[in-house]
């Protein structure tokens, strides 16, 4: 009789929690009317238990696959570890995660800043509120992450960018190259709303904290992520800038996301 009761109390406590997972979604977005490939990772959940959530944008060509597989190491066990979910979705090839004006099927900002977001905390366990949400990403990403963090700052308590394409004025030839172009239009005619460098007075009204790094061999954005640090710093909006050495490649990367997503955790327990 006792090793009765002692099978099913093991048995109650193996219900009340669930094997840590890595989930393969099509999230429906409403305004494109398409499913988006999404990518779910939990710690082990448990009944009754409430969990923080970071939303991950790839860099340009990425996918959510590459961001587990390759981008960042051991996102399963940092999600254990920091008793977080991590929510990777795919920003298709090109989307500069923006509301392209030009193309309806490429409305990234709205899906992932409030479709995604409604989504995730409809079927996970999670914490509903900004102080236990954040967005990070990298490259198109780190572009992405500010431009949506920004813009729903009452979603993202925190915000991420690694190695950012901050500034599409330093472009050149990239604006056509990284196909900016073919969801933004026209860089003559292009609205200040997509400039990073002119969103400086909602940041300062946001109470969002900020993270940018960049590798100090990244050729490509070292200098606007140096000036939008400064001018940050000029502007006094609360923020942490970080130079290491590194170029522009997941070598970098790997380690700087590592760095941030700690980061988040120390904001997220700050926060409590």
């Not at 995730?120 to 198109?140: E, V």
Request: hydrophobic share 35%; charged share 20%.
């Amino acid at each position: 009789m006792k090793i009765l009761f002692t099978t099913l109390a093991l048995l109650a406590v193996s219900l009340s929690i669930s094997a840590q997972q890595i989930i393969h979604k099509k999230v429906f977005s409403k305004k494109m009317n398409k499913e988006i490939e999404t990518v779910i990772i939990t710690p082990k959940l448990i009944k009754g238990k409430t969990y923080k959530t970071i939303y991950i944008l790839h860099g340009y060509s990425g996918n959510p696959d590459r961001t587990y597989k390759q981008d960042i190491q051991d996102l399963t066990g940092k999600s254990q570890k920091y008793n977080t979910i991590y929510v990777l979705a795919d920003g298709n090839f090109n989307s500069w995660y923006v509301d392209s004006p030009v193309d309806k099927s490429s409305q990234y900002q709205t899906f992932i800043g409030k479709e995604l977001v409604d989504y995730i905390d409809a079927n996970y366990p999670t914490m509903k509120d900004r102080k236990s949400r954040g967005i990070l990403g990298w490259s198109m990403g780190g572009y992405g992450a500010l431009n949506i963090g920004i813009f729903y700052s009452d979603t993202f308590g925190i915000v991420g960018s690694s190695c950012g394409a901050l500034d599409f004025n330093r472009f050149g030839e990239n604006f056509h190259n990284y196909q900016v172009d073919k969801v933004l239009g026209d860089f003559k005619s292009l609205s200040k709303e997509y400039f990073t460098f002119d969103k400086t007075k909602q940041m300062a009204q946001s109470n969002q904290f900020y993270i940018v790094d960049c590798g100090t061999e990244d050729t490509q954005m070292i200098d606007m992520n140096r000036d939008f640090h400064q001018l940050l710093t000029n502007e006094k909006i609360e923020h942490f800038y970080i130079e290491s050495p590194g170029g522009h490649d997941p070598k970098y990367w790997n380690k700087s996301l590592a760095n941030q997503l700690a980061l988040f955790e120390n904001y997220f327990n700050i926060e409590k």
